[in-house]
C-alpha cells in the first residue's frame, strides 16, 4: 500500500474559525481519492491509503499528491500552511517524525527516500536527508511514447473534405479506398475533430453507418445515424400533414434511444426509413445553421447483408433528395446508388524498413522491406524501446509491441475483444469488475490501445481493429481465457445488459457449454430470427454442433428449435435436388408455388427455353421473378439465389445494367449465406463480366480479383482463366499492355501445363494484340510467326496492317478467315467458351438483338474497310465496301449499342477524310464521343485518368482528327 500523510498547520484554530472550509477540504480529499481508487482513513492528521496492486499504482499516488496539492493551492490564503508526505509506511506517527524533523519548507509535496526507489520512476525529486522534495511528475507515457501519428495521417483526406466542406456537391459520394493501414479511417476522425473543435454543442455528433456490428443485429449498422442530441428536436420539423405519420414513429424513438422496445426487423427496418426522412431534415438544418459540413460518414458497407443492404440503398436515396454528402471508407471501389461516386485511392509515400537504418523513404538499400504507414507506427514504437523488429508482417509486429505491455493491457484488449462493438467502454471496463484504482489504469489502457490504433474511437463503442488481435488476445491471456469469458457472461446476465440475443450467441459460444447454448436459442428464438436473418439448420450444424459429441437429447432438442424457426420464420427449407431431378421435362404446365421441386423444375425450363430466345425473353423474367417470389416464400435461399443470378443474367443480355449489378449482388449474399461456393464464383464472375462490358473499368479489376481468390479456394480453373483474361483485358484499356502481357503468359503456360489448347489459341491471340496495341511492330513480327491463323489472329493482324498503312495485306489477311464462324452463338449464364476473347466475355450479352460473334461482326467492318481502301479492289467494290461501312457506323442514330462502337465511326471517318470533310466530322466526333463516354463510367479518378490519357483507340481518333484540323 502506498501511503499520503496531511498535515494543515493551525487545523484545530481553522476548525474553530471556519468549519466549513474544513468541510469543503474534507469533501475535495474524498472526491479525489475516490476517482483514484483510495480511501481518506478517520482523524486528524490526515492519511489516505491508496493500493499498490498494479504496475503503475506509484504513479497513481504521485498524481493523487499532487491534485491534493492543487486543491491546497487554490485557496492557500485561507491556510497557515501544509505539507504532503507520500511514503510506504503506514505508520502515522513515523510519517508525523519525517514531517516535523525533515522537511526545511512548507506548501509542498514530499516523498519517503525509504519509498523513493519504487516512486523515482514517476517523479522528479531533489533528495534531502531522510526525505525528497517532489518537484513535478515525470511525463509517464510509457507505452504511448513515441508514436507518430503523423505517418498515419493523410493530408489528401483532409484537403479533399476541405474542398466539399460546405456540401456545393452534395449529390456525390467521396470514396476513400485502400489497403488497410494506410490511415483513412485516422485521418477522417481528425478531421471531424477539427471539425468539431470548439462547437457550441458537445453532444452533436455526425451521421454514420458502421457495418461492423452487423452480425448481432442487422439495424445496428445505422444506429450510429441518429445523434440523440437531434433525435429529441425531430419534432420540431415535422409539419402538419405529417403528425399522424409521425406519431407512429413513437416506439421506433424509444427503441432506438433506449432499445426497450422489442421490434421484428421488417417492423424497424421500415420505421428507420421513415424516420430517417424527418431526421435528415433536421440534421441538415442544424449543419448549415452552425457552419457545419453536411456529411455522413460509412465505414466499409460492402460488407452489408443483403437485407441490410437494401435498407442502405434506400437510405442512400434520402440522403440524395436532401443533396447530403456521403463521406465513404472501402477497400476496394464500389458502386452509391444513386449518387456519382468520386472514388480516390489512398496510398502512402513509399516506406521501407532496414534493420540497419530504420524507417526510410526509399529503396536504397539491400534487404529494405516495404511497410505501410501503420506498419511503420509499430516498428517506431519497438524502435524507441529498443527492441528487437523481428519481422514486418502486421500480424506478428502487433503481438512483438502487445507483448511488452503489462497484465492489465492484455485483459482490457481481451474485454473489447469481447464486447465487440456492443458495449460501450464505461461497460467493458466495469464488467472487468475490479477496483476503483484498477478501473481508472484500464481506462489509461484503453487509451493506450486507442492512440496504437488497435482498438477503435474509446469515446464510442471500441471494437478491434483487426480480426487477429482476438486470437492474440487469447494468446497473451493464456489459460484464463475460459475463466474469464465465464465472469463476462455472469456480468451481462446480472446486470441484464441490452443487447442483442445475438451477442450472447457470440459468447456462449467461447464458453463452449452445448446446454446453456441451446436454452438460449429456445428462449430467445423470435429475438434471433428477426435480428438477423440466417438458415438455422446450417447454423446450428456449422457453428454449434460441429465437433461435439451431442447426445440424443441436445439433439432433439436442436430439432425443436429448428422446427419453431420454421414455423416462425418459414426461412429454414434448403433442400438439394440431383441433376437428373432437374432436368425431368414431362410435367404438365405448373405456376410456381410452395412445392420446391416445382419451383426447380420451372427455373431449369427458363433457363433452357427463355433466355435464349429473343421473343421469349421478357416472358422469362416474368417467370424469373415469380420464382424468386415462391424461393423466398417457402425460405429455399439455393433456389432464390440461382433464380436472382439468372436475373442478373437475363438483365444484363436485354442492357439493364444496373438491375443486373443488383441481381447480382443478392444471389452472390444468398450463395454467401448458403456457403455455396460455386454460386458465388458465378456470381463474382458474372458481376466483372457486366461491369468490364459497361466500361467500368476500376470496379472490374478489383471483382475480378476477388472472384480469382474465390475461383482458387473452389479450385476451378476455367473460371480462374476468365477472370485473369478479364484483369487483362482491363490494363489493355488502360495502356498497360506490360502488366497484360505478364499475366497472359503466365497464363498460358497454366494452360498448356493442362492442355487447354482453345484457351492457349485465345491468349497467344492477346498477347500479339498487346504487342500491336503497345506498337512494338520487332515482337509482333516475331510472334505473328508462331501462331496458328484463325478468326481472331487475322483480325488483330489486319489492325497491325492498318497501323503499317498495307491495305493489301489487310485484305489478303481477312479473305483467309472472311467465312469462318458465321453460325450463332448463343451462351447459357454460366457456360464458358474459349472461341474467341471477345466471346467468352462480350459475348455474353446480345447486342441489338444479335446472337452473332462480337468478333464476327467487328471483322466484317474492318474487311470493308480494308476493301475500301485497297488499290487493288475495283473501284465498284471500293464504293460498295465504303457504304456498307456507312451504314454500319448508323451515324443517324444516337449512339450504337455493341462493344467497341466507336472504332466503325473512326474507321468510316479515315475512308472518307479527304473526300467529304462534313461528314467526316460527323464521323470522327461521333467515334470521339462514344470512345470519351466510357470514361464518364470509370468512378476511380486515376483509372478515368489512365484510360483517357492512354487508352489505344483514344489516342488514335484524337490524332486523326488533330491531323485534320492541321
Not at 454528402?325 to 513509399?350: D, G, N, Q, T
Not at 444484363?652 to 449465406?673: V, W
Request: with cysteine; net charge negative; charged share 25%.
Amino acid at each position: 500500500m502506498y501511503y499520503i500523510h496531511v498535515i494543515l498547520y493551525g487545523y484545530k484554530q481553522l476548525q474553530q474559525i471556519d468549519a466549513p472550509l474544513i468541510s469543503e477540504i474534507e469533501e475535495k480529499m474524498v472526491s479525489t481519492m475516490l476517482h483514484h481508487g483510495g480511501l481518506l482513513k478517520d482523524g486528524y492528521p490526515y492519511t489516505i491509503e491508496l493500493p499498490s496492486s498494479y504496475q503503475e499504482s506509484g504513479l497513481v499516488a504521485i498524481e493523487s499528491a499532487f491534485e491534493l496539492h492543487a486543491i491546497f493551492r487554490s485557496i492557500r490564503e485561507k491556510l497557515i500552511g501544509y505539507n504532503i508526505l507520500i511514503t510506504e509506511e503506514s505508520d502515522l506517527q513515523i510519517g508525523l517524525y519525517r514531517l516535523l524533523n525533515f522537511v526545511t519548507d512548507d506548501d509542498h509535496i514530499w516523498v519517503d527516500r525509504s519509498s523513493l526507489v519504487s516512486l523515482s520512476f514517476y517523479v522528479e525529486s531533489i533528495e534531502m536527508p531522510g526525505i525528497a522534495l517532489a518537484t513535478e511528475i515525470k511525463a509517464n507515457s510509457w507505452t504511448v511514447q513515441s508514436v507518430r501519428h503523423e505517418w498515419l495521417y493523410q493530408a489528401k483526406i483532409e484537403s479533399i473534405l476541405k474542398k466539399y466542406r460546405y456540401g456545393l456537391h452534395g449529390k456525390k459520394v467521396v470514396l476513400f479506398y485502400g489497403q488497410h493501414g494506410e490511415g483513412k479511417r485516422y485521418s477522417i476522425e481528425q478531421v471531424i475533430e477539427k471539425t468539431l473543435q470548439g462547437h457550441i454543442h458537445k453532444e452533436f455528433s455526425f451521421a454514420v453507418i458502421d457495418s461492423h456490428t452487423e452480425r448481432y443485429d442487422m439495424v445496428d449498422p445505422f444506429r450510429g445515424l441518429f445523434s440523440p442530441f437531434l433525435v429529441s428536436e425531430v419534432k420540431s420539423v415535422i409539419r402538419s400533414d405529417e403528425v399522424i405519420l409521425f406519431e407512429q414513429l413513437t416506439g421506433f424513438i424509444s427503441y432506438l434511444l433506449s432499445k426497450q422496445v422489442e421490434y421484428t426487423l421488417d417492423k424497424i427496418g421500415s420505421d428507420l426509413l421513415l424516420f430517417a426522412k424527418f431526421y435528415f431534415r433536421i440534421y441538415k438544418q442544424y449543419c448549415q445553421e452552425h457552419r457545419l459540413p453536411v456529411w455522413v460518414f460509412a465505414y466499409y458497407t460492402r460488407n452489408l447483408q443483403t437485407h441490410t443492404r437494401k435498407i442502405l440503398n434506400h437510405l442512400l436515396e434520402i440522403l440524395h433528395n436532401y443533396g447530403i454528402m456521403v463521406i465513404a471508407v472501402e477497400e476496394s471501389v464500389r458502386f452509391f446508388a444513386p449518387y456519382e461516386v468520386e472514388a480516390y485511392l489512398i496510398k502512402s509515400e513509399e516506406l521501407f524498413y532496414h534493420q540497419n537504418v530504420g524507417i526510410i523513404t526509399h529503396d536504397g538499400e539491400i534487404g529494405c522491406e516495404k511497410v505501410t504507414a501503420y506498419e511503420v507506427l509499430l516498428i517506431e514504437w519497438l524502435l524507441s524501446k529498443s527492441k528487437e523488429v523481428r519481422s514486418t508482417q502486421l500480424e506478428k509486429l502487433v503481438y512483438s509491441v502487445l507483448s511488452e505491455m503489462d497484465a492489465l493491457l492484455h485483459r482490457v484488449l481481451f474485454q473489447v475483444a469481447l464486447a465487440d462493438g456492443m458495449l460501450s467502454l464505461q461497460e467493458v471496463i466495469s464488467s472487468l469488475e475490479i477496483d476503483s484504482q484498477g478501473e481508472r489504469l484500464a481506462y489509461k489502457r484503453a487509451r493506450i490501445l486507442e492512440k496504437l490504433r488497435l482498438i477503435t474511437h474509446r469515446h464510442t463503442k471500441p471494437y478491434i481493429m483487426f480480426s487477429f488481435l482476438l486470437e492474440i488476445s487469447f494468446q497473451l491471456i493464456g489459460s484464463r481465457a475460459g475463466e474469464y469469458i465465464q465472469s463476462f457472461y455472469a456480468y451481462l446476465i446480472r446486470r441484464k445488459t441490452k443487447v442483442s440475443s445475438w451477442f450472447f450467441v457470440h459468447i456462449l459460444s467461447k464458453i463452449d457449454v452445448l446446454d446453456r447454448m441451446l436454452v438460449h436459442f429456445d428462449e430467445h428464438l423470435n429475438h434471433l430470427i428477426d435480428a438477423r436473418r440466417i438458415d438455422f439448420h446450417v447454423y446450428l450444424q456449422k457453428n454449434i454442433l460441429a465437433g461435439k459429441n451431442a447426445d440424443r437429447r441436445q439433439l432433439a432438442a436442436c430439432k425443436t428449435i429448428i422446427h419453431t424457426a420454421q414455423l416462425r420464420a418459414l426461412m429454414l427449407k434448403n433442400q438439394y435436388f440431383a441433376e437428373s431431378e432437374l432436368l425431368i421435362d414431362d410435367l404438365p404446365y405448373v405456376e410456381p408455388s410452395s412445392e420446391p421441386f416445382v419451383n426447380y423444375y420451372l427455373l431449369q425450363k427458363v433457363r433452357r427455353e427463355g433466355l435464349n430466345r429473343y421473343s421469349k425473353r421478357d416472358n422469362s423474367i416474368d417467370q424469373l421473378k415469380k420464382l424468386a417470389y415462391a424461393f423466398q416464400k417457402s425460405a429455399d435461399h439455393i433456389g432464390e439465389a440461382l433464380v436472382n443470378y439468372e436475373l442478373s443474367y437475363a438483365m444484363f443480355q436485354r442492357g439493364s445494367i444496373k438491375q443486373a449489378l443488383d441481381f447480382c449482388d443478392i444471389a452472390l449474399r444468398l450463395f454467401e449465406t448458403c456457403h455455396f461456393l460455386y454460386g458465388e464464383l458465378l456470381s463474382l464472375t458474372l458481376r466483372a463480366v457486366i461491369t468490364f462490358t459497361y466500361g467500368q473499368y476500376s470496379i472490374t479489376m478489383q471483382y475480378a480479383k476477388d472472384g480469382e481468390k474465390r475461383a482458387l479456394m473452389v479450385g476451378n480453373h476455367e473460371h480462374w482463366h476468365v477472370l485473369r483474361f478479364l484483369q487483362s483485358r482491363v490494363d489493355m484499356e488502360l495502356g498497360r499492355y506490360t502488366d497484360a502481357q505478364d499475366r497472359m503468359s503466365e497464363d498460358l503456360s497454366i494452360a498448356e501445363q493442362y492442355g487447354r489448347t482453345d484457351i492457349v489459341a485465345v491468349l497467344q491471340n492477346w498477347i500479339l494484340w498487346s504487342y500491336i496495341l503497345a506498337e512494338e511492330t520487332e515482337k509482333v513480327d516475331l510472334y505473328k510467326e508462331n501462331i496458328t491463323p484463325n478468326l481472331e489472329t487475322s483480325y488483330f493482324l489486319a489492325h497491325f496492317y492498318h497501323l503499317q498503312g498495307e491495305y493489301g495485306k489487310m485484305v489478303e489477311v481477312l479473305s483467309v478467315t472472311y467465312s469462318m464462324q458465321r453460325v450463332e452463338h448463343g451462351i447459357s449464364s454460366e457456360e464458358v467458351e474459349w472461341i474467341d476473347g471477345f466471346h467468352i466475355i462480350d459475348g455474353r450479352r446480345y447486342y441489338n438483338h444479335s446472337m452473332n460473334l462480337v468478333l464476327r461482326e467487328l471483322a466484317d467492318e474492318l474487311y470493308d474497310y480494308a476493301q475500301s481502301q485497297c488499290q487493288e479492289v475495283s473501284k465498284e467494290e471500293q464504293e460498295s465496301a465504303l457504304e456498307r461501312l456507312r451504314s454500319a457506323c448508323s451515324l443517324n442514330i444516337v449512339q450504337v449499342e455493341r462493344p467497341y462502337d466507336y472504332i466503325t465511326p473512326y474507321l468510316y471517318a479515315k475512308s472518307i477524310k479527304q473526300s467529304n470533310p462534313e461528314e467526316f466530322s460527323i464521323a470522327i466526333n461521333r467515334s470521339l464521343r462514344i470512345a470519351l463516354s466510357y470514361s464518364n463510367r470509370i468512378i476511380d479518378i486515376e483509372t478515368k485518368n489512365a484510360y483517357l490519357s492512354r487508352n489505344f483507340w483514344i489516342q488514335q481518333i484524337q490524332r486523326l482528327k488533330r491531323d485534320s484540323n492541321s
